[in-house]
Structures are given as C-alpha cells and as structure tokens.
C-alpha cells in the first residue's frame, strides 16, 4: 500500500503565494500512474487507484489518471476533480480550465476509458463505468452545464460508447447504458436543452451482434430530447434546430428505425414502436407542429411530414407489414389521423393548404385507402374487411367526404372539383363498386 499526499502550494510559495492547490493520490497495487498539472489558484484533485493487474502484466496492467487544472479566463479556479479506478487497464483525463468546474469520473472493471474536458464556470460531469472495453467522452463549454453518463455491464462484453458535447450555458445530458455494444452521441449547442438516452441490450451468441444506437443533435434553447431503447439492433436519432421543441422516441424488440427531426420553434414528435423491424420518421418544419406515430408489430412503416404552422398528424399501425404516410404542407391549421389494424395495409393521406381535416380507419388485411385534399376540405373514412381499396381526391374548397365499406373486397373512388360538394356512401357486403365524380367550375 502506497499514499502520496501532496501540497503543491508548499513546493510554489516562493513564486505564487496565493495558489492553494490540493492533490490527494492513493494507490494500490501494481504499475498504477498519475499526471498531474494544476496552475492558478485553488485547483482540487482527489485520485484512487486499485490495481488488479499480476506482475507480468507491466505493459497495459495498471490504471492511469491524467488531471490537467487551469483558471482559464477567471481569476479564481477553485476546480475539482475526483477519480475513482479499480481494475487494470483503465485510463482517466480530465481538463479543467475555468472556475469551480467538478469533475467526477469512477471506473470498475477493465479496458475502460474516460475523457471530460471542461471549458467555463460551474459545469458539472459524472461518469460511472462497470464492466470492460467502455469508452465515455463528455465535454463542457459554457456555464452552468451538467452532464451525467453510466455505462455497465458483464466484463467483455460491453464495449459501450457514449459521446457528450455542450456548447452553452444550463444545457443537461444523462445517458445510461446496460448491456454489450450500445452507442449514444449527445450534441447540444445553444441554452437550456435537455435530452435523456436510456439505452439496455441483451446479448445473444452472434458474430455479427450490435447492440443499441442512439444520436441527438439539438442547436437552439430550450429543447428536450429523450430516447428509450431495449433490444437489439434499434437505431433512434432526434435533430432539433429552433427553440422550444420536445421530441421522444421509445423502441422495444430489435431492429426498429427511428428517426425525427424538427426545424423551428415549439414544435413536438412523440415515436413508441414495439415489435421487431419496424421503421418510424417524423419532419418537421414551422412552428407549434405536433406529430405522433405508434406502431405495434412487425415491419410496419410510417413517414408523417409537416410545413407550415399549427399541423396535427397521427398515424397508428397494429399488425405487421403496414405502411401509412401523412403529408401535410402549404398551409396552417391541418389536422389527420390514420389507424389501420391488420396486415398489410396501405394508407396515404396528403392535404394540402388550410384548415383541412382526414380521419381513415382500416381494420382488416390488404386493405388500401388514398387521400388527397385542398382547403377546408373534410374526410371521413372507414374499412372494416379485407382486400378494400379506396381512393379519394378533392381540388377546391369546403368539400367533405363521408363513408364506410364493410366486407371484402369493395372499392370506393371519388373525386370532387370545386367548392361546396358532400359525398356520403355506405356499403355492406362483398365486391362492391362505387365511381362517384362531383365537379363544378372552379372561381
């Protein structure tokens, strides 16, 4: 057992009376290292060391810390760095340049690696890593910066990555992650963004074995990102640009895609997918936009994309190999919804202009359902059987369209051109056919 404890402002009394350092190194076992540099006033660093390498290991076996302290720009340091290692192998750098930075970093297991750079006054980091091969990344510029990163799980089998970069002040990062080969990427630039990665992986005997893949990139003030993920093989990915947007993803089972990205302000996307291969994106550009996609299933498939100010999309799959877009655009004021229960449906709903409202509902298998409107134009759509098709197309204002088919195979085809039409069906039974054309002459 071996203690050095040392008082660097002893050693500089003679050149700088005020700079009141503190270091505190324990050390256990064997090949364990520590570099230290600390200038200005009042840097602390405290550093633990437990070695389990075996005396043949001299090359890799010990742990390393590297503390670099500074004041930056600031007249007063007063930074603090903790460093807890137990295990072999294991490497810790942190760079401090500023004021009352805290920086703490602990590492159980092997082969691990941790790297914090903080630039600016009272920014906050923690890192905790258990297990083997995880590696974490957290920088910090600004002021008033908090960033939080777990990463555990059975030795060899992590290989965990975590990345964190803020640029700015009051920004906050947690990413935890549980299981083998998980990656998250945090980039926050701006004021006051949130975003939360919570990401587990079960293991399974594979060659070609991932676990869970998370990115946020938010530029802007006050956005909010949160990513959830269990299983194997999920890929999520939330890009915010503007102020006050919300976005959160949620997948369960393996192999699920999701994406969301937003540009302007206080706009919000909500992705939950639980099943297996199944793939979710939502866009948006404007403000006060609000999208939501839910899938339950298997390779189901859902695009909502929305322009302009105050659009209102939702699309809800259950069942597999569905697929369901909604595009609304060139106006203000939209609203639509699709919800198809079953297999292998197909919905497309596209408006276009002002104050439009869709409603389509497919319950069944192979049922298809098109939608397209203009201004002021209303939908109401059902499908309640299998092999339904229905096809609906509006060019002009205050149109509406009503109907329902129930059964098997039914088709529905309606177009209105102008102002002011209203078309109303209802079929039950089999292999109906229904060909309706409403025209007027356009203003």
Known sequence: MRKLTLTVAALLATTCLFAQHVNNTNQSGRYNT???????????????????ASIVEFILG?????????NGSFNNGKNESTISQNGKANLVEVDQAGKKNTSEASQTGNYQTIDVSQTGKQNESGVMQSGGFNSADATQNGEFNTSMITQSGAFLLNRNEASVEQIGDNNASMVAQSGPKNDADVSQSGNGNKSMVDQTSHFVLSFTYDGEDATVNQNGDGNEAIIVQDGRRDDAEINQTGDDNWAKVKQSGNSNDAEVNQTGDDNGAKIKQNGDDNDAE??????????????????NEAVITQTSDDNWAKIKQTGDDNWGSIYQGGGDDNSAKLVQ??????????????????????????????????????????????NNEASLMQNGDNNRIDFFQQGNNNQYNV????????????????????????SSPMP
């Open 282 to 299: 939502i866009n948006q550009s404007g403000d006060d936009n609000w999208a939501k996609i839910k899938q339950t299933g298997d390779d």
């Open 341 to 386: 229960n079953g297999d292998d449906n197909w919905g497309k709903l596209h408006q276009w202009g002002s104050n439009n409202e869709l409603v389509a509902k497919q319950m069944g298998d192979d049922n298809k359902i098109t939608g397209v409107g203009n201004v002021g134009d209303v939908y109401g759509a059902a499908q309640a059987g299998n």
């Open 34 to 52: 520590v570099n230290l540099n600390q200038s200005g006033t009042d840097q602390k660093s405290t550093i633990n060391q437990t070695s389990t």
């Open 415 to 438: 177009t209105q051109t102008g102002n002011g039409h209203y078309d109303m069906i209802h079929q039950n039974g089999n292999s109906n056919v229904v060909n309706a054309v409403q």
């Open 62 to 70: 010990g742990n390393h810390a590297v503390v670099n302290q500074s």
